[in-house]
Every structure is written in C-alpha cells, then in structure tokens.
C-alpha cells in the first residue's frame, strides 16, 4: 500500500509520526522513532512563560497574568524543565542534523510577543515546520467568544508574516464556533490544523485545600470527538488536517484518516509500549488496509468525511435521534427468578 501523504506542504513517507512530548527529549529515543518508521518528529512544546522567565525573571512571568499577584507561583522553577529555550535550540538542531525526516518545532503560549522571536529561532535551528499550541482556557466574564477567538487568529497572522516555514495549529475543542475559526485560520494562511491539545483537569485536596495536577494518558475513547470534528472539516480547508489524541491501535489510524486526517500524531501509546510500537502501529494498518484492499492512502482519506454527505447538518441531527433512540431499559426479572425474592 502507497502510505504517501502531504502534511504542512511536506511530501511524507507515511502519516505516523510522534507528538509533541518528552520522546524527544533524548537522541537515543528519536533515532528509535526514525527507525520504528516515524515520517516526522514532533518537538516538545517550548512554554511561553518559560522563555519570558528565562529572558526577564519570574516577576515577568507574574505580569503576565496580572489579575493574580500569585500566578508566577503556579508555574515550574526554570530547573523542573527537561529542556531551557537555549538547550531546545541545541536540541532541535542535533535531532535535524541526525534524523533524515522533517523535524516540526512547538510553541505553548497565549501571546503573539512571546512566540514571535523564539518562533524565528525555531526557524534558524532548522526546524521544518512549526506547531503553535494553544492551550488558553478563558476565565474572564467579560470576554466575549469573538475575542477569544480573534487572539488565535492574530497571533497566527503575526507569525505567518514573520517566518517561512509551515505553521500548524493545534486547537482544543472548546471554540463556540471551531468551523468558522478553522475556515478563517485556513484563510490568513495556516498550513495546518492539529486536533485537538488535551485539557488537563486538576483534583482538589479538600483536606489541604489545594488543586492537585494530575497526569492522565489518553485512551481509545477520547478518539471519537476528534473523529467527529476532522469528519467535519474535511475536504472545507485547504490546509492539512492532523489527529492528536486517541490513536493507540491500528484501526485506531484507520477511523482518522477515514474521517479525513493526513497525519496521525501518537504520544501516549509510545509513552506506555515504547518507540517500537509505532512500527506495530504502521505494520498493522499496512495489513488492514491489504485485507480490505486499499492500495493507497488516498484511496481511504476522507472516505467517511461529512464532505460525501449531501446534509452534513441533517446527517449530523439524523445520528443524535438515533443514538439517543438506541438505548433499551433491560427486561425486569421476574419475582420467581429471584428465589422468591419480590423485584420492585
């Protein structure tokens, strides 16, 4: 099977590649990655508030955030981080003088000022492509969504205009209206969207009074929203689409790019089983595809997209009746069944 894809602009060997996580954080892993068949590697994300804490001091950090006095306290001392901004240059660049597939940088910020000069040194590392990685979650009641939204859109343009490379961003699913978003992305030159990043969802100590981070990896499961909304915007954009989040098994990568997707990023299956499992992922894609006689990729990217449906919307409301519908009370038991014991 032709495993060829275009990603980013990139011509790739094959849509599996590693995502943005601490597998790069290590040559010995990446080179393992290359090997197990990986078409790309996916840094890590390099923080916003890392580089300006680095640059400027945790006073900066504060700043950043000015309705708490308190916000620099909840970030990481420069020290808990696997990489400084220095040595992630250093690192992107030993990865792309040592691996022969594209190397894709990433930003994890809020502002367009604390991307714009590390994106450029991105660039100068060597980087082939860039993943901007929004995780904002909006707290402030006198937002509105249109502000939320036009954040995304201008820091976008700022470094569209700034650097060469290809850019790709990676969403949550929480815009109020993420087509819209995703169409006005694709229209000031996005090359890319990456869905989606994860929400990590903090506990409480109720005894010490205090949130508590909690790491939980992804499971099957959490695929089927991102199968919806690539199932959606496929064949709408003129920029490339990429799963991230869900894809553990080989049928896992044959639902995403059947709903549309042209790379499927894996993270918490290589974190738990190892960088060879990726070839066990892309050997066992290989063989469903021959046994259900796909002889390229093409032939099965998009081919359940909401784009070969003639009322995306009606088609959308039709399953929601239905599935809603599905769902059957279990058939009493009988009193005698139970022995003499009455069932109310």
């Known amino acids: 099977m032709n495993l060829t894809t275009r990603y980013l602009g990139l011509t790739l060997a094959n849509p599996f590649m590693p995502g943005a996580s601490p597998l790069v954080d290590h040559l010995d892993t990446v080179l393992q990655l290359e090997d197990a068949g990986a078409s790309a590697i996916v840094m890590h994300s390099l923080f916003e508030e890392q580089i300006v804490s680095e640059r400027f001091g945790h006073d900066r950090v504060r700043a950043m955030s000015p309705a708490s006095a308190e916000a620099a306290s909840y970030f990481p001392a420069g020290d808990d981080y696997a990489l400084g901004p220095d040595r992630y240059l250093e690192q992107l660049a030993l990865i792309k003088h040592r691996v022969g597939v594209p190397v894709i940088g ?25 993943e901007l990685n929004f995780y904002h979650v909006a707290t402030d009641l006198f937002e509105d969504a249109h502000s939320v939204e036009r954040r995304v859109v201008d820091i976008v343009a700022v470094l569209k205009e700034s650097i060469t490379i290809p850019i790709a961003v990676k969403l949550s699913p929480f815009y109020s209206a993420l087509p819209h978003l995703a169409a006005q992305l694709d229209h000031i030159g996005a090359d890319g969207l990456v869905l989606f990043n994860r929400f990590y ?15 939980h990896l ?23 689409l990429a799963v991230s989040g869900g894809v553990h098994q080989p049928v896992d990568a044959v639902k995403a790019i059947m709903a549309g997707a042209d790379a499927v990023q894996i993270v918490s299956a290589l974190l738990t089983r190892g960088p060879g499992y990726l070839r066990e992922i892309i050997a066992g894609f290989q063989a469903w595809a021959a046994e259900h006689e796909y002889e390229s990729l093409d032939q099965m990217r998009g081919s359940m997209s909401l784009a070969r449906c003639p009322d995306p919307a ?29 069932v109310t």
Not at 113 to 123: D, P, T, V, Y
Request: glycine share 10%; proline share 5%; hydrophobic share 45%.
């Open 106 to 130: 990433s930003l994890n910020g809020t502002t367009a000022e604390g991307w714009l000069e590390f994106a450029r040194l991105i660039e100068r590392a060597g980087a082939d492509a860039l």
């Open 218 to 240: 992804s499971d099957s499961s959490e695929l089927l929203l991102r199968l919806r909304w690539l199932a959606i915007l496929d064949g709408r954009l003129r920029g490339s």
């Open 201 to 215: 969802q903090p506990d409480i100590d109720p005894l010490a009074l205090e949130t508590v981070p909690q790491l």
């Open 314 to 342: 009606a088609f959308e409301r039709g399953n929601y009746v239905r599935i809603l519908q599905s769902w059957q009370r279990a058939p009493a038991i009988p009193a005698s069944g139970m022995g003499g014991i009455r």
